[in-house]
């Protein structure tokens, strides 16, 4: 198995990027084909020549940056002949030659390229962005988180379909159950979109537990969390940044506390710690940019070694799983007419 | 000074409720008038009959609970005869016995009854939920948070309106920063209807900021953030959620941690419990419902009297400094044609 990581990605590349390639590739037993300027990842990987490892670079003379947005970024993500790390590592799993690409870049440049160089799987019109996000019982997925800011009813049914196949297959969850993210959980509660998608949720034969607010998906009731773009990206935001002033404050309040709290704070220190990890998407690496034909998966750009690696870890069960072909059918299924119908049948909710 | 206290609003009424009026009637003496059913509130009130304070009981046989939705609480909210603490409340303030009406029930029940009894205010076409938010300087004006799950661009040009003359008259914030709430900073971003209001409040002779995240929010960069009151509502409980997983798993991993971690905790309270008091919605009260014709609060359910309290504080100096003539007539001025041309001078930033 290949996997293409980007060299480029992180906000402090290519050290991260290259150590987490490395260390992906010693334990899982993976090739590692890393995408990026030879003269500067060339370096960072030259001592690691002997330690026979299945890895290679692939060169790659321009990157996205996080100052590229709008036009500009469209027609770098668009050009044929590829030039930044991200189309030359996506072109290599569109040709075949790896399985899947992981990068730590900017989210809306890995989103235009893979759109525009993969395309969408058949029948999906748009393809979402399905981070896992820490819940008080484990994790739960959310999508869309920023992929698509306006959404149709129909592109969130599909990220419905999309993200329970995901977490059956690649998490592992059976029967996930599938939240709507509302302003309230009685069905009729929402804004447009939301009341649009209830009834189509509701007759999907997807185990939809109806609308949940932000209180139930952090209390963990739900497996996989439907939203769109704008509003998951709001919520995901908003949980970094609150979780953020909360860590930061208790330092502060510890820091410049009597001599007593900061004993006291000495010894929490492991409790802080573990909350810290708790909150800390790092361990799942990167979230699968779900719909776009290819796996791709995008991760932070604070990423560190350990999250590229553990990105590399999910990309390689993800391809293992064949969590492409089961969403490729899965959608297939869901659009032909005849299926509709029996679907219908088995979604009624006892 | 005439304030209505709704003594049937909050989860444990009504002695939370009264119990804050009281203490607010001694506080700033103002008058209080409690609403609600005299045979529950009467025995709680009694006691307080020789504390020589201006109180009084005005009977209301019916209530609107957290239950009331829909049709139900649509027909209740419009009823001709004034039966809910609620309706008997806003009526007193609609005939001017009262200057302004606080609650702590029902959010739902407290928007319908006012919008259907009072009204809104001329050009006014949508009422916001205003509250206060804390901040990592201090706090800011979050508004719609609830009232419109759908919102027009020309509503949220007139929450920024009303909110900014709210922070100025009310928190005495000097002409305060607007920002709208989107998912990246740069014009542009967002999803439609952020697109669209964008130009509308660059143009407005408000001081905009431009496109604020969550981070920027709770970073205390603007002092009002504008939003529909669905993102509004997500981001809301999203932060509360979010606080209240982080100081419980805190809670729970001293308790069952070493005894040297428990000491540490010990060390620790007073800091927890001053980040808790800071992210802790009673300080505030309640929030203005923004563009009905009179002065709504409307406070969580789980007030406590000290949050009554406060919300009648929050009332009283709304009520002083005449921030409803204010919005009547900044309103009326923005929808005026020739104030527009001239409003948009001053709006060109440096």
Known sequence: MR????????????????????????????????VGDEKIVGPVLAPHASDHLSVKLVHAP?????????????????????KTSMAV?????????????????????????????????????????????????????????????????????QFAVMGSIYAEQVRQVKQPRVGLLSNGEEAGKGNQLVREVYPLLAASGLNFIGNVESKEVIGGEAD???????????????????????????????????????????????????????LDPSEEGAAPLLGVNGLVFIGHGRSDAQAIKNAVRVAHHAVEVNVLNSIRDEIARSLSPAARPERSLTSVQP
Not at 14 to 29: T, W
Not at 110 to 126: Q, S
């Open 89 to 157: 590592g996506i072109d290599l799993i569109k040709r075949g030659e790896a399985e899947a690409f992981v990068t730590a870049g900017n989210t809306g440049g890995g989103v235009a390229t893979a759109y525009f160089r993969l395309g969408t799987l058949p029948g999906v019109e748009r393809a979402a962005l399905a981070p896992v996000f820490p819940t008080q019982k484990g994790t739960c997925v959310i999508l869309d988180i920023g992929a698509n800011p306006d959404c149709k009813p129909e592109n969130l049914l």
């Open 3 to 34: 996997i293409v990581v980007d060299a480029m990605g992180s906000d402090r590349c290519p050290e991260p990027d290259v150590a987490g390639g490395l260390l992906a590739a010693r334990e899982y037993g993976v090739e590692i084909i890393f």
């Open 62 to 82: 321009e990157v996205i940056s996080m100052e590229d947005r709008g036009l500009a970024l469209a027609l770098k993500a668009k050009r044929l002949q590829p």
């Open 224 to 278: 996989v969390v439907v939203t769109d773009g704008f509003t998951g990206n709001i919520m995901l935001k908003t949980s970094e940044a609150v979780a953020g002033l909360i860590l930061e404050t208790m330092r502060q309040k510890i820091k410049s506390a009597s001599v007593f709290a900061k004993l006291g704070g000495l010894l929490v220190k492991p409790a802080l710690q573990s909350l810290r990890q708790m």
